[in-house]
């Protein structure tokens, strides 16, 4: 819609121009409203058009002047976002020929001209411009998904759902072409921490903590050590120097078919817990006998012990008293009682059976998962499994928090080294397999803090972030809380999904993350409506205010009414079961 008769340049910089309206009542006949983000285009005689998009306006100072009689007059401030030369949308707007000539409103179909410029074949579109819902926002697709995704609002913003969204679109890539019942080649993982997410993919195959297997001779040395050690105890450099040799030469025992000089501390490959936890017990009692003749450790049983890794994994023995008797001599060992309280925690979590998926895992038949197991422990999440298929969602909502952060870390390193794996395997071919790593609520088991507790996921994930592009790996990171993750991940994401952020620190943190500053759009974050975002990225045109599309099969809502609850008569069954299931 054309404002020359009531609309001016009076200002053009490098990154700003204004916009002079002389004519209030003029402006408020417009049928196009004029808001924060819109979009208007100024053009000269030469077919070249500059996309700007609005910022703010002020109203003009006219006191003393012959125009302070007459109605007000407001100016525009506007950001230069993009050129149209010749049809052809280019993004960056750095430059605007003298004078411009026409203002005017960017209309629909120059709206539709700056997203074809994504072509066909690479299109990919979740929703439309907030300014007309008629103008389909596209984007493309594999600079979008193949590059990481930051995804950020809060409670109520619609963040799940459009997660869900952008996903589900994801998955229909290649449809119209392939046979029925033939999958595409997408594998999609996603980390969902409340278990909403099953009824938005009904073919995906969940994994909850009764189902997923993750032995714990998955486990490279930081997860160990998270997990069964305490690393501000005052021997904790003993416990860790002892469990790692234990460790190792239990897998070398167990692993006799692979050279003992490729078995390292961070091999995949099985270990006897019980019987590592028996070596420890027995260096935590060894005592010495220094008997006349005798220099070793010594059971009450078996006499003297010349080599420990032959017997100290098999069973804990009972050694003899310590004595000061030159005929019976004996002294503790040097690691007498070093490993009390280190026995203590590795029992409390061996029989804890809530861990059972991870330290006492089964087969149907009922035995251990070995060594020659792992290809199909890795498939189970990967999509590879009895049942195929293009998502895999591993609902986390029943695993014990102390140990969330090191199944995400494991199951994310896993990922990662298969794909390097994979990658050097099939470098001569062209064969691909991409994952996409969906992280919900990322802020929980990523944080900004470097506490020893997040240290394994962290770096597992930061990996990724930095490497896993180069072999296939790309991550989407979802929060609500943006501005406590790690900076190191959100940092390497080239495209943004911003929702409506309410928290000052998280809407200062994403605004100085965004690839395009743009003050216009980004400082409406706190009064998004639900479903609304701002697109910003590498994989679009110009930054953009979209809707994000209704979808039919949704995120399940873990939000109680409670005013609606309230309403109710009062609940007398509410103990019912729940002591019960608490307690098992």
């Not at 900076?487 to 390497?492: A, G, K, L, N, Y």
Request: with cysteine.
């Amino acid at each position: 819609m054309n404002m020359n008769e009531m609309a001016k340049v009076v200002a053009v910089g490098p990154d700003s121009i204004e916009i002079e309206v002389s004519s209030t009542a003029a402006y408020a006949e417009l049928e196009e409203k004029i808001q924060i983000g819109s979009y208007l285009e100024i053009s000269d005689d030469m077919d070249s058009t500059l996309v700007a998009v609005v910022q703010g306006f002020r109203i003009k100072d006219t006191i003393g002047s012959e125009e302070s009689q007459t109605e007000p007059k407001f100016v525009l401030s506007l950001q230069p976002v993009g050129r149209l030369d010749g049809g052809v949308f280019t993004r960056g707007g750095k430059q605007i020929t003298i004078p411009p000539q026409n203002v005017s409103i960017a209309g629909k179909d120059l709206l539709e001209k700056i997203y074809s410029s994504v072509d066909e074949e690479d299109r990919f579109s979740f929703g439309s411009l907030v300014q007309d819902n008629e103008v389909r926002v596209a984007l493309h697709g594999d600079k979008f998904f193949g590059k990481h995704i930051g995804v950020v609002g809060s409670t109520g913003s619609g963040k799940s759902s459009t997660v869900a969204a952008i996903l589900q679109e994801g998955l229909r890539a290649g449809g119209a072409v392939r046979s029925p019942g033939v999958l595409n080649n997408s594998h999609i993982i996603i980390f969902d921490i409340h278990g909403e997410y099953a009824p938005a993919f009904p073919n995906a195959r969940v994994i909850g903590a009764e189902d997923i297997k993750l032995p714990y001779w998955l486990m490279n040395a930081e997860e160990l050590e998270e997990m069964f050690i305490e690393s501000n105890e005052q021997n904790s450099h003993n416990q860790v120097s002892q469990f790692r040799n234990a460790v190792i030469a239990n897998k070398q025992r167990n692993n006799p078919q692979i050279d003992p000089v490729r078995v390292s501390y961070d091999s995949p490959v099985y270990f006897s817990l019980e019987g590592v936890t028996n070596y420890l017990d027995n260096l935590n009692s060894e005592m010495i006998s220094k008997a006349p003749g005798e220099s070793g450790p010594k059971a009450k049983d078996i006499g003297l012990i010349s080599n420990r890794e032959d017997i100290y994994f098999d069973r804990r023995l009972d050694f003899v008293e310590a004595s000061q008797s030159a005929a019976t001599k004996a002294t503790g060992g040097p690691f007498a009682g070093e490993f009390n309280r280190f026995l203590m925690r590795l029992e409390t979590r061996k029989n804890d059976h809530r861990l059972d998926f991870l330290l006492a895992p089964r087969k149907e038949d009922g035995t251990e998962y070995k060594t020659y197991d792992l290809s199909d422990l890795l498939k189970q999440f990967m999509g590879y499994g009895e049942k195929k298929g293009n998502v895999t969602i591993i609902d986390l909502s029943g695993i014990p928090f102390d140990v969330l952060s090191v199944v995400v870390s494991l199951i994310t390193r896993l990922i990662f080294t298969f794909s390097f794996h994979f990658k050097k395997l099939h470098v001569d071919d062209d064969s691909e397999l991409p994952f996409l790593l969906v992280y919900e609520e990322a802020h929980n088991y990523i944080p900004q803090s470097e506490g020893a507790k997040y240290g394994s996921v962290k770096r597992a994930i930061e990996r990724v972030a930095k490497e896993g592009r180069k072999y296939g790996i790309s991550l989407m990171i979802v929060s609500q809380r943006p501005s406590e993750i790690s900076e190191t991940v959100f940092s390497q994401c080239n495209n943004f999904v911003a929702m409506r952020l309410t928290n000052p620190n998280d809407q200062r943190y994403v605004k100085r993350l965004l690839p395009d500053s743009l003050a216009a759009i980004t400082d409406s974050l706190a009064s998004l409506e639900q479903r609304e975002a701002i697109l910003i990225g590498d994989a679009i045109a110009l930054p953009s205010l979209t809707r994000i599309d209704e979808i039919s099969d949704k995120p399940a809502s873990n939000d109680v009414e409670f005013h609606k609850e309230w309403k109710k008569d009062w609940f007398e069954e509410a103990f019912e079961g729940v002591v019960e299931r608490w307690r098992d």
